[in-house]
C-alpha cells in the first residue's frame, strides 16, 4: 500500500516473501503500453495512428479488419477483435494464424478483452522503436523509470513463487476449440520464473505484449508511483481516457474506484488513485491451489481498494 511519495505499508503470506518475483500475467500489458507511451512522448507514435501500417505481412482478411483500427481502438479493446486464440496450438507464423482468426471469426462489439490487441501493440512497439521487448524494458523501465525488480522471462525460479501446476485451463480452452498441442509442460509440476501464459510461453517465447513479465511489490510500486506523479501528456492521457471502461490499457471500472489499475490471470493486480493519493499492488499465485484449481480475486481486490478509500464494496450483481 502506498501514496505518490512512499510505501505505507507491505507484507507477505504463506511461502511468499515480501521481495519475491510474481509472474504478472496480463499486468505485462501496462509494462508494454509504458513503453508504448514513451514513444509518444518522444513524439514517434499517436494512439490515433492507424495500426495496420506498423503490421509488416497483414494479409488480405487482415488488412479489411483492421483497416480503420488504431493504436487506441487496441489500447482499449474496441477493436473488434477475438478475445483469444491458441497460436502454439495452430502453429504458423503470426500473421498466418491472424489471417485465419480475422476470417473466421465476427467483428466484436462494444469492448472485448482480447490479449490479441496487445500482441499486436508488443509488434507494433518493436517496430517503431527498432528494439525487442527485452530491449525496450530494459531501456525504459529498468533505466529510464529506474525500476530494476522487473524483467520478461525467463527468471531465476529461486526469485519466483510458482505460477501454476501446468497449463490445464489452457488445455480445456484448445479441447473446447477442437485444437490439439502436443508440447504441454508436466501436470502437477510447479511452474516457477517461466510465465503461465500459453502464447506467452509455448509461442513468443517468453515476451509478447500482453504477458510475460515478472515482478516484484516494489518494482509495480514505483511504475505506479511514477504514474501518480507524472505531468508527461502521452502518461497521463492513458489515465483519462475513458472509452467503455477503460484508460488506454488501464482499467477504470468498479473495482479500481476513483483511479485505474489492471489484473493479471495469475492473480496480480496493480491500482493507483491521483485524485485519492493512495494505491496497492496484490500479487498472488491464485492458480497454485492443487487440487482445488484457481481462486477468485476479484472480490478480495475490490474489497481492498475500497477499503484504502474508507468505503465499503458496492455488492456485485
Known amino acids: 500500500v502506498f501514496n505518490a511519495r512512499e510505501t505505507l505499508g507491505r507484507f507477505a503470506v504463506g ?3 515480501v521481495d519475491s518475483w510474481f509472474d504478472l ?4 500489458k501496462i509494462i508494454c503500453a509504458t513503453m508504448l507511451f514513451s514513444l509518444m512522448d518522444e513524439g514517434r507514435l499517436s494512439p490515433d495512428d492507424l495500426a495496420l501500417p506498423y503490421l509488416d505481412g497483414a494479409g488480405e482478411a487482415t488488412k479489411r479488419r483492421l483497416k480503420s483500427v488504431t493504436l487506441r481502438q487496441l489500447l482499449t479493446h474496441t477493436s473488434g477483435i477475438a478475445a483469444w486464440y491458441p497460436f502454439y496450438a495452430d502453429g504458423r507464423p503470426f500473421f498466418t494464424a491472424l489471417e485465419h482468426v480475422l476470417a473466421t471469426t465476427p467483428e466484436e462489439q462494444g469492448m472485448v478483452y482480447s490479449d490479441l490487441n496487445f500482441m499486436l501493440l508488443g509488434l507494433i512497439f518493436q517496430r517503431v522503436s527498432g528494439l525487442s521487448l527485452r530491449e525496450g524494458l530494459e531501456r525504459y523501465i529498468r533505466q529510464g ?9 525467463p527468471v531465476d525460479p529461486a526469485l519466483c513463487v510458482p505460477s501454476c501446476f501446468g497449463n490445464q ?10 485444437m490439439a498441442f502436443d508440447g504441454w509442460r508436466e501436470d502437477g509440476v510447479a511452474v516457477r520464473g517461466e510465465c503461465n501464459d500459453g502464447n506467452a510461453y509455448y509461442y513468443w517465447h517468453g515476451a509478447s505484449g500482453h504477458a510475460g513479465v515478472f515482478a516484484t ?6 511504475l505506479c508511483q511514477f504514474y501518480m506523479n507524472t505531468a508527461r501528456p502521452a502518461f497521463v492521457r492513458a489515465m483519462e481516457e475513458d472509452v467503455c471502461g477503460r484508460g488506454l490499457a488501464f482499467d477504470k471500472r468498479e473495482t479500481f474506484p476513483e483511479g485505474c489499475g489492471h489484473s493479471g490471470f495469475t492473480g496480480t493486480s496493480i491500482y493507483f488513485s491521483r485524485a485519492r493519493d493512495v494505491g496497492a499492488v496484490l500479487l498472488t499465485n491464485r492458480l497454485c491451489r492443487a487440487p482445488r484449481g484457481e481462486a477468485n480475486m476479484q472480490d478480495a481486490r ?3 481498494h475500497y477499503a484504502l478509500l474508507g468505503r465499503e464494496a458496492p455488492k456485485t450483481v
Open 145 to 153: 523509470l529506474g525500476i530494476r525488480e522487473i524483467a520478461y522471462g
Open 25 to 28: 500475467a496480463s499486468v505485462s
Open 15 to 17: 511461502e511468499a516473501a
Open 217 to 222: 511489490a516494489g518494482a509495480l510500486t514505483k
Open 169 to 178: 485451463i489452457e488445455k480445456e480452452m484448445c479441447r473446447e476449440r477442437g
Open 302 to 304: 475490490r474489497a481492498l
